[in-house]
């Protein structure tokens, strides 16, 4: 299977650092021959290498907005943490206008959908979901999930099958324009306006469905430049255009799932290693008494991502004040759009799948053989993982040697060794002199 | 300590007695190398929690111990062997809710006397043998179908 990924290395900046390969969650990168490669199989767009490299070598591929004129009718889906980027001068209210300044037809916040998702999510739990192995872990957050199907295969079982905010935004108002306005499905193009690149990822490749509601992924930090540069030239809306409530808008930051949902015992947890941690423990059976899990990669929640323009914490901050103001949100336009919207849409058409990627072979015994040969030469390894080799740990690099993508001497301190010993011997041969021209001693004259 | 001719493999994993704040690695790095091998995740599931109940026991109770994993064809065992206080009465610790858990224990989030009925649980067999003031043995089988 080919793997499309929004993360992208630009050759021509990497230096060969090795800074990205050590924070990467899933050991999917190496450096050689002086440039680091992502492993795509293993790449779950998170995004940390984005946030790592100090040659701006990561990137996230995400759409212009020229993308727009493909269609005839654009909707614009800012993501609930698009509203922590902007100083109170920028009331919501214009803020939203401003999609339709800069050629947006409509727009409506994912906030409004998580509305709509904390609702199926408490109604789901209240019936067969509450049989769901604990903890139940939420399925908003597109990295955690490709974490999970990749380092915590025997966990997919505990992700909530019900789709995320964006999608059932992104189908309801699709749908309810061609209802409301005859436009043909086809020529409307919703774009979603994204914290990360894993949600430009789950787009293009969706988990659990096989194919998504959503036409384009345009990043926050872009949107935010054209709506900041224009703002004083939009005019105001002619409607209210702010639907989303306090809780829908609280999506955006940590702990604003589980604040909008009716679970008890729920926890919220936010970083990528901080959730590896918690998935560790729970692959050991613990969190039993957690019923509901909110899992987040970036720190602070989706307002971390790295396709936001504002520092995490006080982008959480802001979101905290502007979710607040927004009190009830359009009651009205949700009772309208829960009426309209049919129970199976907020479920994943398909099972979520593992991805086990860290397997050695397809078979045990196989396996078990190449597991003994990596070990042995792991043993004779340093075991510091400096990286210098360009694989994350000295175990990456014993299993890349064996896997035939590294010879033994790419180790440094095995390379000093073997010169080192080259060089006593060097030694040693030039205090060797010719049996001819040695002095045996005694007189030589005649 | 491996076996040569890759049909069985032997690995063994130190714990340390009252060393609460590493404790979980043991089971970690048994987890992790079983999902090197390529094993069911139902089983490795089973074995997570198995190993990891069995490391938080020798934390919690005694001096030292280690963790033993044998392979072999369509079959894995995991052996708990620790130094320490022993248990006098098996049946009753193999009770649910039977601990002799001191309050530092119970402080530290442990002992509600689930530990062994969990392993029992998780298990396809499972033995105890234990020697008051020696030290204690639990081996546990796990069928790979």
Known sequence: ?446 | MNDTNGTQMHLEYPVQGGDFSSAGGASSRIKNVLKRLGIEYETIKRIAIASYESEMNIVAYAATGKLLVDIVPGEISITAVDIGPGIPDIEQALQEGFSTATPLIREMGFGAGLGLPNMKKAADEMVVESTVGIGTTVKMKFRLT
């Open chain 1, 1 to 446: 299977m080919n793997y499309f990924h929004s993360v992208r290395l630009l050759d021509k900046e990497c230096k060969g650092c090795t800074h990205c390969i050590r924070t990467c969650p899933t050991e999917a990168i190496r450096v050689r021959d002086g440039k680091a490669t992502i492993i795509s199989e293993r790449c779950i767009d998170c995004g940390e290498c984005i946030r790592t490299c100090p040659n701006n070598a990561k990137i996230a591929v995400t759409e212009e907005l020229s993308e727009l004129d493909k269609f005839k009718y654009k909707i614009a889906l800012p993501a609930p943490s698009f509203a922590s980027q902007f100083s109170r001068r920028y009331t919501i209210e214009k803020v939203l206008a401003g999609f339709l300044f800069l050629g947006f037809d409509r727009v409506l916040e994912v906030g409004f959908g998580a509305d709509l998702v904390s609702q199926a999510i408490t109604d789901y739990f209240n019936s067969s979901g509450g049989r769901m192995p604990r903890p139940a872990i939420s399925s908003a957050c597109p990295a955690v999930i490709r974490l999970i199907q990749v380092r915590f295969p025997g966990l997919v079982g505990n992700i909530i099958p019900l789709q995320s905010p964006m999608e059932i935004t992104a189908r309801y108002v699709r749908e309810a324009t061609t209802r409301e306005l005859g436009i043909p499905p086809e020529e409307i193009g919703v774009f979603f306006i994204a914290p990360c690149p894993a949600k430009v990822t789950v787009v293009k490749q969706p988990i659990g469905a096989a194919h998504s509601s959503v036409n384009g992924v345009i990043a926050i930090r872009d949107m935010v430049n054209h709506i900041k540069t224009n703002f004083d030239k939009i005019p105001p809306g002619m409607t209210t255009l702010q639907s989303a409530s306090r809780y829908g808008l609280g999506w955006g930051r940590r702990e604003g799932e589980i604040d909008a949902l009716k679970i008890v015992n729920r926890l919220a947890v936010d970083g990528i290693h901080q959730v590896s941690r918690v998935l560790e423990k729970i692959e050991n059976g613990g969190f039993q008494n957690i019923h509901f899990l909110e899992a987040q990669a970036c720190v602070c929640g989706c307002v971390g991502g790295v396709l936001t323009a504002e520092n995490p914490f006080i982008a959480k901050l802001k979101l905290d004040i502007v979710s607040e103001a927004s009190g009830e949100g359009n009651r009205e336009q949700f009772a309208r759009a829960q009426a309209a919207i049919p129970q199976e849409h907020y479920f994943l058409p398909e099972k979520i799948q593992a991805r086990p990627v860290i397997s050695l072979a397809s078979d045990v015994r196989e396996a078990m053989k190449t597991f003994q040969e990596i070990e042995k030469i792991r043993a004779e390894l340093p075991g510091i993982d400096c990286g210098s080799c360009g694989c994350p740990t000295c175990r990456a690099f014993a299993e890349d040697v064996v896997a035939g993508h590294m010879m033994r001497m790419d180790c440094l301190f095995d390379l000093r060794e073997r010169v080192r010993c080259l060089a006593g011997e060097i030694f040693s041969l030039a205090k060797k002199l010719p049996n001819v021209m040695q002095n045996k001693g005694g007189s030589d004259e005649p």
